[in-house]
């Protein structure tokens, strides 16, 4: 039988040669004693030494195994969290970001500008954004994707999470696609944006379906371009487009962005002070 403290260093020692200490001791803090011991940090220092039952010890060791396999802790437990709320995730669907969490919190500060009757949430995928702004919007919510699987998901969360969320399966790069789905008054996406180059052969990040990640060298910017042609034909007048972005390609993107004839832009940054959002107004 091990203590706390003992299991806490032994799992240290494990990680060590995969993942900083910092975010070994995050993963600690965050997924094995809450999620498995079901203690705070502060318990867990109080009672150090108190005893880690054997099925605890098991799961952690499980858990040691998945991590060292380059798979993110979320997809061990099969749920992350976003904005406080609990979504169910699988290999079908991206890890909710915090930083994600930003993008939500500027749509809601908008909305209180403009009251927006209709939102969309394009490439869903979990649900996640889509469920935190219905949480806290009146607003009708539109959320699409093109994978069935991320479709399932996304309703399982809404079903559980108790919001009425319209989901249909739309590809957003199927120009003919675009007059399935009505006028809109805010747009919001946070679509794949990143190079296969920027990140490490080795990072977990493979382990998420690469197709809600990735985009290719040569067109990094496509799902911006449609989402901009989508907006042309059915954003409202006075609507607005919330993006994610990639701050590599800002420059490359506001370009793009003009191209479409919006020249009203608000970059916004996150909490790592990247520019990593922008507002498009119509």
């Not at 975010?23 to 880690?52: A, F, M």
């Not at 909305?111 to 869903?124: A, E, H, L, M």
């Not at 479709?151 to 919001?163: G, M, Y």
Request: with cysteine; hydrophobic share 40%; net charge positive.
């Amino acid at each position: 039988m091990n203590s706390i403290s003992s299991v806490k260093k032994k799992f240290q020692k494990k990680l060590h040669t995969i993942f900083p200490l910092s975010e070994t001791l995050s993963i600690w803090r965050k997924w094995v004693l809450k999620e498995i011991l079901n203690k705070s940090l502060l318990e867990s220092i109080l009672n150090e030494n108190d005893i880690v039952s054997s099925e605890d010890q098991q799961k952690i060791n499980l858990l040691i195994n998945h991590l060292l396999s380059y798979h993110p802790v979320q997809y061990f437990f099969g749920y992350s969290y976003f904005r406080n709320l609990k979504f169910n995730i699988d290999k079908s669907v991206l890890i909710p970001r915090p930083e994600t969490e930003q993008l939500v919190d500027i749509v809601i500060k908008e909305s209180n500008k403009s009251n927006p009757v209709n939102i969309i949430d394009i490439g869903t995928g979990s649900g996640c954004i889509a469920i935190a702004i219905k949480k806290n919007l009146k607003s009708n919510i539109i959320a699409i994707d093109i994978s069935n699987k991320s479709l399932f998901k996304a309703k399982e969360n809404a079903s559980i999470h108790d919001v009425d969320i319209n989901f249909m399966m739309i590809d957003i790069l199927n120009i003919n696609h675009h007059q399935l789905l009505p006028k809109i008054d805010f747009i919001v996406s946070n679509p794949p944006y990143v190079t296969f180059g920027e990140v490490p052969a080795k990072s977990i990040i493979h382990s998420e379906p690469k197709d809600a990640i990735f985009v290719s060298d040569d067109n990094p910017l496509i799902f911006y371009e449609y989402i901009l042609k989508f907006a042309k034909s059915n954003l409202n007048l006075r609507g607005k487009i919330f993006f994610e972005i990639n701050p590599k390609f800002l420059s490359e993107l506001l370009i793009v962005i003009k191209k479409y004839g919006f020249s009203n832009i608000e970059i916004c940054n996150d909490f790592y002070e990247k520019k990593r959002f922008i507002i498009v107004y119509s």
